[in-house]
């Protein structure tokens, strides 16, 4: 991707040499004895280079890095508000700094790039002084692969101080009137089909539009850390004492924490317990409360990986005496699944939701977690805004309509399909339960959550993080007819 170095600190509109060399070695060489490195900025750094060269997930690469480091308390809250910050903030950062520099971002070299993009989110989303944020931000240029850029860095750098964001906004996007969604999303760091997505769903379910901006906004917002207490296995009551958390605001299962890693929990360790948003516990409880004539015994979970959900499902069949068959077509994640579920009374299969193996008509509940966007999960997930683009769309809404075609052979007559995405987005939404197969028909999910406000006009369910603090989760519920 980066095709051209810095190699200098030219003065602005000059050119830097061009390296004419094959690829050098990563390095090996320490920081200069002069340089003060700090080690929260150095972590951050160190996880935007994992994210861009590996395509790592930022929450799961970041608590790795911090434990090689040995970075507690205030350095890792730094490290981590930086590091996540930059990385859900790069597109914005990115048309600022394309304004401050003489060369287009993709000739930059990536440790370069990083280095502009950490710098300014310090100018521009921190109280971080612009002297500290500028010098310790060269100071590690200086002391990486590429300390000829360090003048280059410092010099943009100086330039993103010149505004605060807001101005930079005012200066670089476009007029209100003009096109007022790509002016919300410049300003909220999110690419403008998303923010034309989010208006759509919020539309469609309330006719006002500034809730837009509540909705944008809650992306933004580092989400509450959860953990379920899986029935059976631990009572909620003992799993807030063990973790000194509090009572979720929805979920009868879950304990929001206060703090702390959640792996180092012993009912976590043990099974007993695991990470779970309140969204994604509310919807298993949904499916496993809707009505069902006839038996209840086989359960199945169309599309099980990472597990999260089928170990709550495996915890719930086996206090009511029924089974559950777990599908997941990838090898590692199937392994995930089965660690997950350990010791509960769940079969594990890998293999292609679209066409199992599994009994046709054979399962009285099926829970198909579609692979989706993730859209109503940025705030999770710092990177993905930058990582899926609208081209995404149209075959995971393909993928989705073959599962759910899959769910509705699996199902027995009078047996209820739970189709969940974790996506506001239209297309895969409403959209795939509009075109669903003929045999299934929509029931009332909200009977089924009746403590939550602000669902809509039904029969589908959609959650959001700005109105129940849960990922965006959407939820439709469909029985087979007989």
């Known amino acids: 991707m980066m095709t051209r170095r810095p190699d200098g600190p030219p003065a602005r509109g000059g050119r830097g040499r061009r390296s004419s060399g094959p690829p050098r070695r990563p390095p090996t060489h320490r920081p200069p004895a002069e340089l003060s490195i700090d080690p929260a900025r150095s972590a951050a750094q160190e996880l935007l280079a994992a994210v861009r060269e590996r395509g790592a997930y930022a929450n799961l690469a970041l608590p790795a890095i911090l434990a090689d480091r040995g970075l507690t308390g205030r350095d890792a809250a730094l490290a981590t508000e930086l590091g996540y910050g930059t990385c859900r903030a790069a597109g914005q950062l990115d048309a600022v700094l394309a304004a401050c520099g003489d060369r287009p971002l993709a000739e930059l070299d990536g ?28 100071d590690l240029v200086r002391a990486g692969p590429r300390p000829q850029a360090a003048g280059y860095v410092n010099a943009v750098l100086r330039r993103v101080a010149e505004r605060d964001l807001d101005r930079w906004i005012e200066r670089l996007a476009p007029a209100a009137q003009t096109d007022p969604l790509a002016r919300l999303a410049l300003a909220t760091a999110h690419p403008r089909w998303i923010v ?38 631990i009572d909620r009551d003992a799993l807030i004492i063990e973790t000194g958390g509090e009572p979720g605001r929805w979920s009868p299962w879950a304990v929001q924490l206060r703090g702390g890693s959640p792996g180092g929990f012993p009912s976590v360790a043990r099974g007993a317990a695991g990470v779970q948003d309140e969204g994604s516990q509310l919807v298993v409880l949904a499916l496993t409360a809707a009505t069902l004539d006839g038996p209840d015994r086989r359960w199945l979970d169309l599309a099980a990986g990472p597990g999260g959900k089928a170990a709550l499902l495996g915890a719930l069949a086996a206090q009511r005496d029924a089974t559950l068959d777990a599908v997941e077509v990838a090898p590692h994640r199937a392994d995930l699944v089965r660690s997950a579920t350990r010791d509960l009374p769940v079969t594990v299969h890998t293999a292609d939701g679209r066409d199992p193996g599994l009994e046709p008509g054979g399962f009285d509940r099926v829970l198909l977690d579609a692979p989706c966007t993730g859209l109503g999960a940025l705030r999770r997930r710092p990177e993905a805004r930058w990582r899926r683009t609208e081209a ?31 996506s506001p987005h239209l297309a895969e939404t409403a959209g795939v339960i509009a075109r669903r197969p003929r045999q299934l028909e929509p029931i009332d999910a909200r009977a089924f959550l009746p403590d939550l ?17 849960t990922d965006g989760m959407f939820l439709a519920l469909l029985r087979r007819e007989r």
């Open 453 to 469: 406000p602000d669902l809509g006009p039904g029969p589908t369910v959609q959650l959001w993080p700005h109105r129940h603090g």
């Open 111 to 138: 440790p370069v790039l990083d280095a502009l993009r950490l710098g300014a989110y310090q100018l521009l989303h921190t109280r971080i002084p612009p002297h500290a944020a500028v010098s310790a931000t060269v």
């Open 196 to 233: 034309a997505a989010l208006a759509d769903a919020l539309g469609a379910s309330t006719g006002d539009p500034s809730e837009l901006s509540a909705a944008l906004a809650a992306d933004g917002r580092p989400p509450a850390v959860h953990v379920v207490a899986r029935p059976g296995l």
């Open 392 to 422: 995404d769309v149209a075959p995971l809404v393909a993928l989705q309509r073959e599962l759910l075609a899959s769910a509705a052979r699996l199902v027995r007559p009078g047996g209820v399909v739970g189709y969940v995405t974790c």
